[in-house]
């Protein structure tokens, strides 16, 4: 062989490993993401993760569960308000119907409000501060499960009254069922009395943290132990506060498993949402995951 055939090949494989030395591989949207994945603090009396032993939930764990999906004539999340509710907690509701459509990116409608008629005393008690709580397990498998519409892919039910979710227990924010995928909330506890509009904003994050949460739950999320999520649990206000209404990156990647939605597009639509209703930390981190996409 010729020096000039030698000295061509020499070139064509330098050529060849320069470009593919340079030319790294493009990152996912999970990946570059996760960049703004804020890191869980040490744990402390009083949390949720202090007194419960969770396991770690993996994309694999994710994936090998039985767990409902998005399908044709089953695609539709379904809100269920139980109660008597002021002007303002019926536009909490119309907003947060508004934020979960963005959120999972489905179809979400409002059912026509309940009575409170629709809970027996066998499932009321009256609390030690005086107020009225529900069973919250009463409200899944009697109410919202038995009037479950056909093309609910989910139902939330939403009261104004106090959950407990056993006797043992002083109350909860919200409960769900993975296998039935009927979740509820109460507004009750929200606005730290009644709710007002100089109280609204923080009432309203709360609702769409906890009812994002269950819903989550119902498409097999567990709670979240990778960074700080709307996924995470909670034992209190301050800790449902100190939880982003962001997912992590990981599940994200869970919940687009299932749901094929387009990332960019959720994330403008988010991004709207907290700009109009001025949820400016929200609407930052929200930012903050787009501008990675740039």
Not at 78 to 89: M, N, T
Not at 151 to 161: F, H, N, S
Not at 205 to 229: D, Q, T, V, Y
């Amino acid at each position: 062989m010729s020096p000039g055939k030698y000295n061509f090949i020499f070139f064509y494989l330098l050529t060849f490993l320069l470009f593919f030395s340079c030319h790294k591989k493009e990152k996912t949207y999970i990946e570059t993401i996760a960049l703004n994945d804020v890191q869980l603090p040490k744990v402390k009396p009083g949390d949720w993760r202090y007194s419960r032993d969770e396991q770690f939930q993996t994309f694999e764990d994710f994936q090998k569960l039985n767990k409902i999906r998005p399908e044709s004539g089953k695609n539709t999340i379904y809100l269920q308000p139980i109660g008597a509710f002021s002007e303002l907690q019926k536009k909490e509701i119309k907003l947060t119907k508004e934020y979960l459509s963005m959120y999972f990116q489905l179809e979400t409608k409002v059912l026509p409000a309940l009575p409170n008629s629709v809970f027996p005393k066998t499932a009321r008690r009256i609390f030690k501060e005086g107020q009225e709580q529900i069973l919250a397990g009463y409200v899944l498998d009697s109410i919202l499960l038995k009037r479950k519409p056909k093309d609910a892919v989910a139902v939330m039910g939403i009261t104004e009254k106090d959950l407990f979710p056993r006797p043992e227990w002083n109350y909860v924010f919200g409960q769900a069922s993975y296998i039935d995928a009927v979740g509820v909330t109460s507004l009750y506890r929200f606005s730290n009395g009644d709710l007002s509009e100089s109280n609204f904003n923080e009432s309203l994050e709360r609702l769409i943290k906890i009812s994002s949460h269950e819903i989550g739950h119902m498409f097999g999320l567990s709670h979240c132990l990778n960074a700080n999520c709307v996924m995470n649990g909670t034992n209190t206000l301050t800790e449902t506060d100190f939880h982003f209404a962001r997912a992590c990156s990981l599940c994200q990647q869970k919940l687009n498993s299932s749901i094929l939605y387009d990332h960019k597009k959720r994330l403008a639509d988010l991004k709207h949402f907290f700009e109009k209703q001025h949820l400016n930390s929200e609407l930052s981190r929200a930012e903050k995951d787009l501008n990675l996409l740039k």
